[in-house]
Each structure stands twice: as C-alpha cells, then as structure tokens.
Antibody, heavy 116, light 109 residues
Framework: EVQLVESGGGLVQPGGSLRLSCAAS????????MYWVRQAPGKGLEWVAY????????YYADSVKGRFTISRDNAKNSLYLQMNSLRDEDTAVYHCATYSGFLPYWGQGTLVTVSS | EIVLTQSPGTLSLSPGERATLSCRASQSVRSSYLAWYQQRPGQTPRLLIY???SRATGIPDRFSGSGSGTDFTLTISRLEPEDFAVYYC??????????FGGGTKVEIK
C-alpha cells in the first residue's frame, strides 16, 4: 500500500525557515516524480513544487520561487521542501503527492503556521 | 498559466438528485489532461476522474466526467450522503506545472 507521511510543520515567525519531509513507503520513490501541494485554512488547493525522478528537473509556483527548494533522497525514500523567507500567506497544510500529473496518492499533510 | 474557473461556487441539492459541476479553462487543456478530486471535511483530496472521463480505481460509476478543450463537467448521477463535499478540478496538460480550480461545494439542501 502506498503511504506518504509528512513531517516538519509548525509555528514559525515571518522571515523564518522550515524544512518539511515526506517519507514514502509501499512503493519505490525513485520511480516517481513528486509534488508538493498546499491548502491554506478554508481555501483551495495550490500546487507548490515538482521534482522529477533523478532531481534533474524542478519547477516552482511563482508564489514560492526563489524562497522554497524541493529535493529528494531516493536512497532514503524521502522528499523534502526547504522553505525560507516565510510569509503570512505561506500558512497552509502542505501535502506531498505523486503519480503522473494527476495525483492519486497524497499524504495527510503537515501544518505550517507563519505568525508573529 | 492555465486558469481554471469552477461553477457554481456552491450547489445545494438533496440526496438522490443529480449534480452537475463545471470547470472552464482559460485556454485549451492539452489532450484533455483534466482531473477531478473530492475533498470531505478534514480529509485529503481523493482522485475521482483523470483524463477528463476515466474513473480512478474504486470510484463508483455514479461519478462521470466529460468535456474537452476548455469546458469540462463532473456529473454525480444520484447523490449519496457521503457525496456532500468540495470538488476540485485540476489540469495537468502543462505538467509538471499544475493548476487547480477554486472548488465547488456540494451541500445538502
């Protein structure tokens, strides 16, 4: 069974940093491109970042470009999101997800709250 | 960037009724790479439809998707109590850059 489990969320002040992790089990992470998708409280879904299987290709939403970095460690079956220069509007539940453009597999998410 | 506009924002219906949800794209979605998700309160999104009309694994046949180009529709033929939720469309024609619609809430009338 495919499982994705995020961790690393929490309360951080504006301008601060946080690193999210996503642990994969039940499948071989190295075979799949991975995505981060976020959802602000009471709001809709927003794609954040993408990384391909060998980390050679990454893409970011304009709202996080230059501040967030997606990475992966296939040997550890793990995905990461380094978030710097955090803003109030980055407050959201962050999900890792995977498959092929459409996303049948999602983690439960980790809550990031940016507030002073 | 392809912008997806979902309508209506809220749909008030009774169990057993038919629900028709619309998703309109600002430009043509390549190869009908359009997906639909259901999100119940406190849960993660659940993939219902991909490729505009293909049901995902385990999805009941009361859910159907149609459309192409810029206009797509999700139809729930007869609403069950568990179908009252928020529904999102998502395009992956410009994958890996993904975009989601703003959502349609299906609520009990």
């Amino acid at each position: 069974e495919v499982q994705l489990v995020e961790s690393g969320g929490g309360l951080v002040q504006p301008g601060g940093s946080l690193r999210l992790s996503c642990a994969a089990s039940g499948f071989t992470l190295s075979a799949y491109s991975m995505y981060w998708v976020r959802q602000a409280p009471g709001k809709g879904l927003e794609w954040v970042a993408y990384i391909n299987t060998d980390s050679a290709t990454v893409y970011y939403a304009d709202s996080v470009k230059g501040r967030f970095t997606i990475s992966r460690d296939n040997a550890k079956n793990s995905l990461y999101l380094q978030m710097n220069s955090l803003r109030d509007e980055d407050t959201a539940v962050y999900h890792c997800a995977t498959y092929s453009g459409f996303l049948p597999y999602w983690g439960q998410g980790t809550l990031v709250t940016v507030s002073s | 960037e392809i912008v997806l506009t979902q309508s209506p924002g809220t749909l008030s219906l009774s169990p057993g009724e038919r629900a028709t949800l619309s998703c309109r794209a600002s430009q043509s979605v390549r190869s009908s790479y359009l997906a639909w998700y259901q999100q119940r309160p406190g849960q993660t999104p659940r993939l219902l439809i991909y490729g505009a009309s293909s049901r995902a694994t385990g999805i009941p046949d009361r859910f159907s998707g149609s459309g192409s180009g810029t206009d797509f529709t999700l139809t729930i033929s007869r609403l069950e109590p568990e179908d009252f939720a928020v529904y999102y469309c998502q395009q992956y024609g410009s994958s890996p850059l993904l975009t989601f619609g703003g959502g349609t809430k299906v609520e009990i009338k």
